[in-house]
């Protein structure tokens, strides 16, 4: 399939710009807070479809390289959760290692979520 201009990154982009140009400035006080909250919604999206997957690989590796396996993300991600049920971190060397993941993957998601707030942390 052949991917014109504008793709969703881009029409995201642009429907954030109309919404927060020409519809925000006239809602009313009191439909303020689910305007505000449907602009969040599509910066997020922004920075979702920017963000794309290109740091998952790196993630998926240092997930799997904690439970000596191999996959993706979302297959891993769960594994994961369930050796931590499981105790497989509570010594003193593994859990530094599951920590330093786990900050990875926290950052990745606010960089999409709140990139403010993790700018705000640095």
């Known amino acids: 399939m052949i991917n014109d201009e504008p793709d969703a990154r881009d ?10 140009e020409t519809i925000l400035p006239l809602v009313p006080a009191e439909q303020r807070f689910t305007a505000l909250m449907i602009a969040n ?8 479809l920017a963000a794309g997957t290109s740091a ?3 993630l998926a590796a240092a997930v799997g ?18 050796a931590i049920g499981e105790g497989r971190f509570d010594d003193d060397e593994p859990q530094a290692a599951l920590r330093r993941v786990l900050f990875d993957l926290t950052r990745a998601r606010m960089a999409v979520s709140n990139p403010k707030l993790l700018a705000a942390g640095r």
């Open 41 to 48: 919604a599509l910066a997020t999206a922004e920075r979702e």
């Open 56 to 58: 998952e690989p790196a």
């Open 11 to 20: 029409l995201v982009a642009i429907a954030l710009r109309s919404f927060r």
């Open 65 to 82: 390289g904690l439970l000596g396996e191999t996959g993706d993300l979302s297959t891993l991600a769960p594994r994961l959760c369930a």
